[in-house]
């Protein structure tokens, strides 16, 4: 879709037509390029990230997958965000390693109009990098077999449209 400006020109025009209701959604890889960055430039990295979220919660955002990249600044810094600015991290299987609890909602239930959506996060567990930048014994990323059927049970009958945010590719 473009950059930030671009992205939030479209929300305002979007919002100021009588359509009725926008739900501001991403599916992740928001806060870095690269699933691996050099420590030498985590610090800098890290504050470009916190001005992203800023104008995503700014643009309205409400929730966002978390995709590999998001993970690269380190899986604590990831956690401090989910306090800033008012966007909600979605990842149902991005876990603690002890006892494979979810990190983050593994999903909302948003009332948008007069219909209630569902909306679940899933976090690509196909490639993750071995880095400095993140702690291995701090979560791991299950395999979407594991988790989805059991969310989508958690969900049923509480919405009327399931929207899933993925860093998995199509296929």
């Known amino acids: ?35 691996l960055l050099p420590p030498s430039r985590l610090p800098a990295l890290r504050a470009e990230a916190d001005g992203i979220i800023e104008s995503y919660a700014h643009m309205g955002y409400t929730a966002s997958g978390i995709a590999p990249q998001d993970l690269a600044g380190g899986i604590d810094y990831l956690i401090r965000t989910r306090e800033k600015a008012g966007l909600t991290w979605l990842s149902m299987n991005l876990v603690r390693p002890t006892d494979e609890k979810p990190l983050f909602l593994p999903f909302i239930i948003k009332k948008i109009g007069a219909a209630k959506l569902a909306v679940l996060g899933l976090t690509d567990s196909s490639s993750r990098p071995n880095t400095k930048n993140q702690d291995p014994e701090r979560y791991r990323i ?7 059927a059991d969310t989508l049970t958690q969900v049923r009958g509480r919405a009327e449209m399931i929207i899933l945010l993925s860093s998995y590719p199509y296929s």
């Not at 473009?2 to 037509?17: D, E, F, I, P, T």
């Open 1 to 35: 879709m473009g950059g930030l400006s671009r992205k939030a020109a479209l929300l305002k025009q979007l919002a100021g037509r009588d359509h009725g209701p926008v739900l501001a959604l991403d599916s992740g890889a928001l806060l870095f390029k690269q699933r």
């Open 142 to 148: 299950l395999p979407w077999q594991e988790v989805l």
